[in-house]
């Protein structure tokens, strides 16, 4: 447990994989780490097969994992005219909690990011000229290439034990890989697992389509492996019970098992569990932090001191602590300067389930959580935006990270809800129902944004983080024309049904449905503190002793899952800092 | 331990939250959302209004993980259940109002109904027809039809899902988790009886 009077270098605030990260280079590099972890130390769950953690009802209902939200929570509306309410029951995404964070219950898909990815706006204006972006967006190149984090994507994936296909190989182009990733300095450190029969049935359809089908990059370990740190993973069992879940198998990356691991009695590295911090305090200047306040395990207030803070309490509450710390200028929606809760996405998702007949053996209820067979084909500079009536891009994939009954049986339109049709139904289509999924990007817009919430104050009296958010024509527009095409793969498959959710006309967020734990923005890197709250080293531009690190740094979302570009991220910015800021105690320039 | 035996821990049993009457019409309701029949069971069957009962005393229907505070405004429907209510408050207040709605259209509660009388009202729920006071009647009618089917399908352990009856009838394995192999398997059906996690070790 942390002695408060002891001062440290660093304060990295919530566990999961980037404070993690951060806390293991910073150790590594002799400084003194203390981590504040809001939940349970969860670092003992590793080992043995548990077999209560195949319980659906305490996984997907309870969600034993996840976040409660009676303590701490966000208030939506659609509009910033409207009135926000709180998110009180979880529905559209899950935070994460504890050591290891939703680190501990995310799938295992592992993506870099393309390197159009990162400069998106000047890619846009080079394709299709300067009047081509709608002003409302507020699209932003990272301030930060490809080439520059690719040693960092490729240490994480070692990290993780990632496995794949490269596709680039210093700048040649392998078989079986995705051909229009980045180009790699090696390999995956492990090759993709065994496929199982939808991703089977989908690398068919869309070899048959012309596309370029490649494994989707998944850190669900598909043989034994020893990671950089001495860690172990064991193959993947597929089990299926991986997204809401703790590994059963030591098979799936988490921060706990491949970093967390290798610094049981590091010296000079200490965990907080059950600690929550309440936020950080500046000197009267409001330009230098001098530590956080936080609760301790009894709830009594205390002040902790240590030269350096480093935010990674994911997107919405590492924006929410530099809110109610004053870190950064609030963003305007009006004026649309200030810069903290600026561009705020989600990722945007949809899915289309196959009904096939008895011949077909998807068993749902197997799964590999990351790993499957995706295609690129629609995304980056693949995709002419100039045709297609959006910007932005998406890829469409079979992915299986598994499902059992009490998660939910999808069945054809028209099916009963219940009586004795529905249960002719679950018991016809239960193991022979496939889905492909579409995973799309989201632009930032000016008027979609966080800030603190005026009425609703979380359980320790702060204001909560207030999101106004709500589907663009453009994200429409692009979930329709993605889900189109994976539609027709699908039907090229001759299943005896089809079903899809793709956005119609004039669709709204949804609240009530999980779509995605995928909330990036809101404290966006960049090259100006007129328009980023953060500079490309993830460092504050007002107070430079503050880290601000996760997908809160993206200027807008991408069509990949956004783990594997935090990770790169954080390894950039701690890296950085070791090496630059700590010597200089300045802004890194 | 046989088919059959395995981790019945606590099936049938109530617990304490549902008063006598409200049992009645759980019992009624739970029975028409899944019927019993020769091609699979019933929720009655598998003791799904027990574990009901008994699963209103989690932390999870007691509201112990939702946001409480208010003030508790009206809002899009898509923004989710803002009401000052829990889980076991709308189930409750659901069973009263519709035993309500039935005593004064029929002039008998609703387990005293005809089969297609109750499939009619349940419709009328279903579709948020019949106004109740505290709560729509479709959100009711939506979180009792989950509570059906999480106390249908779930593991034994949990005192429903008797004989694991309705995993044979989907063909769901139930524990294993172990599909390593049978991953690679195209043509043959996984064949494999289902086990609970009681069984686990074994």
């Known amino acids: 447990m942390a002695t408060p009077s002891r001062e440290f270098d660093a304060i990295v605030v919530g566990l999961g994989w980037t404070g993690s990260i951060i806390a293991k280079e910073l150790a590594d590099a002799g400084l003194s780490v203390l981590a504040f972890e809001r939940g349970p130390d969860r670092r003992s769950f590793l080992g043995r097969r548990n077999h209560e953690r195949t319980d659906e009802l305490s996984g997907s209902v309870h969600r034993k994992y996840v976040q409660s ?382 800030d603190l919430d005026p009425t609703y104050t979380d359980a320790y009296g702060r204001p909560l983080l207030r999101m106004t958010f709500d589907w663009d024509a453009n994200e429409v527009a692009a979930s329709q024309f993605l889900t189109g095409v994976a539609r027709e793969l699908a039907i090229s498959l001759g299943p005896l049904d089809v079903k899809s959710n793709e956005k119609p006309h004039g669709a709204h967020y949804d609240l009530t449905v999980y779509q995605t734990s995928h909330n990036n923005g809101g404290a966006i890197m960049g090259d100006s503190p007129e328009t980023s709250a953060l500079n490309r080293y993830l460092q504050s531009w007002d107070v430079p002793n503050v880290f601000v690190v996760g997908a809160n740094a993206f200027p807008q979302t991408s069509a990949y899952n956004p783990t594997g570009l935090v990770g790169a991220l954080a390894y950039w910015s701690v890296r950085n800092a070791i090496n630059s800021y700590i010597k200089s105690e300045c802004r890194i320039d | 331990m046989h088919d059959g035996q395995a981790g019945q821990t606590g099936a049938g049993v109530w617990g304490s939250f549902f008063s006598p009457i409200e049992r009645d019409f759980l019992i009624a309701f739970c029975d028409r959302l899944i019927p019993d029949s020769a091609f699979g069971p019933g929720a009655i069957r598998t003791g799904v209004p027990q574990f009901i009962d008994r699963h209103m005393a989690s932390p999870y229907a007691r509201g112990e993980l939702w946001y409480r505070q208010g003030p508790f405004c009206e809002a899009p429907r898509l923004l989710g259940y803002q009401g000052p209510l829990t889980l076991c408050e709308i189930l409750r207040e659901g069973i009263r109002a519709s035993d309500e709605y039935c005593q004064r259209s029929f002039g008998r509660r609703f387990p005293e109904l005809s089969l297609p009388e109750r499939e009619t009202v349940m419709r009328q729920i279903e579709d948020g027809e019949i106004e109740f006071a505290a709560i729509e009647s479709s959100r009711f009618f939506a979180m009792l039809l989950a509570e059906t089917r999480i106390g249908y399908f779930s593991d034994p352990v949990h005192g429903s899902n008797a004989d694991m009856a309705s995993w044979r009838m989907i063909g769901y394995p139930g524990y294993p988790a172990d599909y390593r192999e049978a991953i690679r398997e195209r043509i043959e059906p996984y064949d494999s009886r289902p086990r609970s996690v009681s069984e686990a070790g074994r």
């Not at chain 1, 809401?244 to 010296?267: E, R, T, V, W």
């Open chain 1, 69 to 450: 939200l009676a303590d701490e929570t966000f208030t939506v509306r659609h509009t910033s005219g409207a009135t926000a309410v709180p998110y009180r029951q979880i529905g559209s995404f899950k935070p994460g909690f504890g050591v290891g964070g939703a680190g501990l219950h995310w799938s295992g898909t592992h993506f870099r990011a393309l390197p159009e990815d990162l400069c998106l706006a000047t890619d846009l204006v080079e394709r299709f000229g300067r009047n081509f972006v709608p002003e409302r967006m507020e699209l932003r190149d990272y301030p930060v290439t490809f080439e520059e984090l690719e040693p960092c994507f490729d240490f994480f994936e070692k990290v993780c034990g990632t496995t794949g296909m490269a596709g680039v190989l210093n700048g040649i182009r392998q078989p079986g890989g995705n051909p229009f990733e980045g180009s790699r300095s090696d390999h995956f450190p492990l090759p993709p697992n065994p496929l199982y029969a939808s991703a089977e049935l989908f690398q068919g359809a869309a070899e048959q389509a012309g596309y370029h089908p490649f494994p989707i990059p998944a850190s669900n370990a598909s043989g034994h492996y020893t990671n950089p740190y001495g860690c172990t993973m064991s193959p993947c069992r597929a089990s299926g019970l991986c997204s809401d879940y703790l590994c059963l198998n030591d098979a799936k990356a988490s921060p706990n098992l491949n970093i967390l691991s290798a610094m049981d009695g590091q010296s000079g590295f200490e965990i907080a569990a059950n600690a929550q911090v309440l936020k950080v305090e500046l000197d009267r200047s409001g330009t230098r932090a001098i530590g956080v306040t936080y609760l301790d395990r009894s709830g009594t207030e205390q002040t902790q001191r240590a030269a350096m803070v480093f935010l990674c309490a994911s997107a919405l509450y590492n924006v929410h602590l530099m809110l109610v710390s004053g870190i950064g200028k609030p963003y305007d929606p009006n004026s649309r300067k200030g810069v903290v809760g600026r561009n705020y996405t989600y990722q945007n998702v949809s899915k289309v389930n196959l009904f096939f007949d008895r011949d077909v053996q998807a068993n749902p209820f197997m799964g590999i959580g990351g790993a499957g067979i995706a295609i690129d084909d629609f995304n980056g500079r693949q995709l002419d935006n100039s045709k297609v009536g959006f910007i932005g891009g998406g890829i469409i994939a079979a992915r299986q990270p598994g499902t059992g009954p009490v998660r939910g049986i999808p069945l054809p339109d028209g099916a009963p809800a219940w009586g004795e049709g529905w249960k002719e139904a679950v018991a016809r289509h239960f193991r022979h129902t496939a889905y492909f999924e579409i995973q799309a990007s989201c632009m930032p817009y000016a008027d979609r944004y966080l």
